[in-house]
Nanobody
Framework: QVQLVDSGGGLVQPGGSLRLSCAAS????????MGWYRQAPGKERELVAT???????TYADSVRGRFTISRDNAKTMWYLQMNSLKPEDTAVYYC??????????WGKGTLVTVSS
């Protein structure tokens, strides 16, 4: 089992920045992929960014060039640096981990609101 705690959301003006954090505990040795998803009101949850144990990074087209995912080597912490935020980035952001058994784990979510 893996436990995830996501944090760092808040209210920011358009063009601003936020950094989200995810703290993992439990069977972290089994984690193969770490990432972030988001769900806006009335929409389905969507992938934002992922990084694998092997260093492969994936971004949604809508955030590429503005968001950066990073992690520590121990797989206990990963981050999402969000720059040049837009109102359409407003959503609940969820930390995600996928282990070697293809089990998904989720944080409880942190709300990001981009508004003037």
């Amino acid at each position: 089992q893996v436990q995830l705690v996501d944090s760092g959301g808040g209210l920011v003006q358009p063009g601003g920045s936020l950094r989200l954090s995810c703290a993992a505990s439990g069977s972290i040795f089994s984690i193969n992929h770490m990432g972030w998803y988001r769900q806006a009101p009335g929409k389905e949850r969507e992938l934002v960014a992922t990084t694998s144990s092997g260093g492969i990074v994936t971004y949604a087209d809508s955030v590429r060039g503005r968001f950066t995912i990073s992690r520590d080597n121990a797989k206990t912490m990963w981050y999402l640096q969000m720059n040049s935020l837009k109102p359409e980035d407003t959503a609940v952001y969820y930390c995600n981990a996928l282990d070697r058994y293809m089990t998904n784990y989720w944080g409880k979510g942190t709300l990001v609101t981009v508004s003037s």
